[in-house]
């Protein structure tokens, strides 16, 4: 109970502490009124000891005594003053984002730009509870902070707020700020473990097909998988290797064989994630053996092709299927 009124507390302060609405337009600038200032663990026993050290110097009247006092007060005034510094004016933009598949990390890069002349040290960034990230700002450059947030399902995952701290440079204050950058990682359907051979509708397709499948001129032999034609298998090869592997025919050429993923042609048990699980396998696996192959879902036609911009389409509408618009 206690501990739930504690985060209310503090979620309402973070609210009133970003002023603004978020996602928030790039470039934040942490301005002065962003930023917050309080003492550290090591700052309130330092300031226990100046309190010890000072009746210490009253009681017995030493004049050394109140001296060191004066001369630590205002050491721990001039360091409320750089470690304000270290964030002040401090510009925050969104970086690159690369998508990546349900059940891995997402890296957003976030970019901070440092546009005085003095370096920022001891930067650190923090997500929730994961580990901060820690890095220093030269003067007049940018750094990149790469922040990882766990992917637990497809869509657009957008970068939760993100806390920048310093105690620089004496660990006796802590100043932060929150921000919430402006940016979002596409997050494809996790490719199922276990997915039946690739479908193969036996069609052609014209126009330029990088070597895989095409069926004009002999290319080479790899190893048998699963879902290889029986008529691309080299028979006379495996009849000679009694105990060897079996082994597959590749051609190359300007036609190539080419398959249709189709969502109709999956298990009527199957639910929507488990359906998108292996159509990402299948893409997958199509691309890397080189296959032209296109895409039927309900509400999506992708035409037959190969390519990592193919496969990119093609994840995709996966990944934003009932999501909105691609």
Not at 172 to 185: E, F, H, Q, S, T
Not at 199 to 213: K, M, V, Y
Not at 312 to 317: K, P, S
Request: aromatic letters at 8%; one cysteine or more.
């Amino acid at each position: 109970m206690i501990q739930s009124l504690r985060n209310n507390l503090r979620e309402k302060f973070i609210h009133w502490a970003l002023r603004v609405r978020s996602p928030e337009p790039a470039p934040i600038i942490l301005v002065q009124r962003r930023i917050y200032v309080l003492p550290s663990r090591a700052g309130l026993a330092f300031a226990a000891a100046l309190v010890v050290i000072l009746l210490g110097a009253m009681n017995y009247n030493l004049s050394l005594g109140h001296a060191l006092v004066f001369l630590l007060v205002g050491l721990g005034v001039v360091n409320i003053l750089h470690t304000f510094r270290n964030l002040a004016l401090l510009s925050i933009r969104p970086g690159r984002c690369e998508p990546v598949f349900a059940n891995g990390l997402a890296r957003f890069d976030v970019l901070l730009e440092n546009t005085r002349t003095e370096p920022r040290i001891s930067l650190r960034l923090q997500i929730g509870d994961a580990a901060p990230v820690e890095l220093d700002v030269g003067s007049s450059t940018v750094a990149v902070a790469p922040l990882t947030v766990p992917a637990l399902q497809r869509g657009w995952l957008p970068l939760p707020r993100v806390t920048l701290e310093t105690t620089w440079p004496l660990g006796l204050i802590r100043a932060w700020a929150y921000a919430v950058p402006d940016m979002r990682c596409l997050i494809y359907p996790a490719p199922a473990t276990h997915a039946p051979p690739l479908p193969w509708g036996g069609d052609r397709a014209r126009g330029p097909s990088r070597e895989g499948r095409g069926t004009d001129d002999f290319s080479g032999l790899r190893t048998y998988q699963v879902s290889d034609a029986p008529r691309h298998v080299a028979w006379k090869a495996a009849a000679r290797q009694q105990d060897g592997p079996l082994l597959t025919k590749l051609f190359s050429g300007a036609s190539a064989e080419q398959c249709w993923l189709e969502w109709d042609a999956l298990p009527i048990a199957l639910d929507t994630e488990q359906r998108l699980a292996i159509l990402a396998r299948w893409m997958l696996d199509a691309d890397k053996m080189g296959l032209a192959w296109g895409l039927r879902i309900p509400g999506h036609r992708l035409p037959p092709d190969n390519g990592e911009a193919h496969l990119a389409t093609g994840l995709r509408t996966l990944a934003l299927y009932r999501h909105g618009a691609n």
